[in-house]
């Protein structure tokens, strides 16, 4: 399973239960999570339009629409003022 962020969910031995007029699917079963390039030569038989779409997006470097990129949490984080933290942790 493909999730958004770039992550690739592969499950072991899957179940999947399936509710057709509510159109709900369940995955149940062991599952590894792993970049989506750890595990490349195993998924690109199961890749869609839409994710080799998005996979050429990511090896032009571009980061493809929905997908956050992982730096962007860092806003918020202010800049460090002491670049030593062993002597500014001795000071105190």
Same mark, same amino acid.
């Given at each position: 399973?493909?999730?958004?962020?770039?992550?690739?969910?592969?499950?072991?031995?899957?179940?999947?239960?399936?509710?057709?007029?509510?159109?709900?699917?369940?995955? $149940?079963?062991?599952?590894? $999570?792993?970049?989506?390039?750890?595990?490349? %030569? &195993?998924?690109?038989?199961?890749?869609? %339009?839409?994710?080799?779409?998005?996979?050429?997006?990511?090896?032009?470097?571009?980061? %493809?629409? *929905?997908?956050?990129? &992982?730096?962007? #949490? #860092?806003? #918020?984080?202010?800049?460090?003022?002491?670049?030593?933290?062993?002597?500014? *942790?001795?000071?105190?």
């Amino acid at each position: 399973m493909f999730k958004d962020d770039g992550s690739v969910v592969q499950f072991k031995n899957p179940e999947v239960l399936a509710s057709v007029p509510s159109n709900t699917f369940v995955v $149940t079963g062991k599952h590894d $999570t792993k970049k989506i390039k750890d595990v490349l %030569p &195993e998924v690109l038989t199961h890749l869609g %339009p839409k994710q080799l779409a998005e996979l050429k997006e990511l090896t032009k470097g571009k980061v %493809p629409e *929905g997908i956050k990129e &992982e730096n962007e #949490d #860092d806003e #918020d984080v202010p800049n460090l003022v002491n670049e030593n933290f062993e002597k500014a *942790g001795e000071s105190k």
